[in-house]
């Protein structure tokens, strides 16, 4: 399994810009992708931005866009997201996300604990 630790929320007034990190332990080997999502009180989950394990390809959600940047380190397992012209609508908890198959393929997927982002108007 990969266990996976978030860090670098908190509270940062609108325009500002966050970092959050995320450290991937365990079995990351069979990291295929990592991504972010974020969940504001009384909301679904939603999808932030994914980056591919053996590459650098990018997903990120329209409202992110422009914005926010995700990127990684294979060497040190980590995985990156960094905010930019925050609004308020960002706040949330924001969660680390790793999916990858195990060795019969099966897709899994992994949670963090998440990190709490405050974005103030």
């Known amino acids: 399994q990969v266990q996976l630790v978030e860090s670098g929320g908190g509270l940062v007034q609108a325009g500002g810009s966050l970092r959050l990190s995320c450290a991937a332990s365990?079995?990351?080997?069979?990291?295929?992708?990592m991504g972010w999502y974020r969940q504001a009180p009384g909301k679904v989950r939603e999808f932030v931005a994914r980056?591919?394990?053996?590459?650098?390809?990018?997903y990120y959600a329209e409202s992110v866009k422009g914005r926010f940047a995700i990127s990684k380190d294979n060497a040190r397992n980590m995985v990156y997201l960094q905010m930019n012209s925050l609004k308020p609508e960002d706040t949330g908890i924001y969660y680390c996300?790793?999916?990858?198959?195990?060795?019969?393929?099966?897709?899994?997927?992994?949670w963090g604990q998440g990190t709490q982002v405050t974005v103030s108007s």
């Open positions: 365990g079995r990351t080997s069979s990291i295929a992708a």
């Open positions: 980056i591919s394990w053996s590459a650098d390809s990018t």
């Open positions: 996300n790793s999916i990858g198959p195990d060795p019969k393929g099966t897709v899994y997927d992994y």
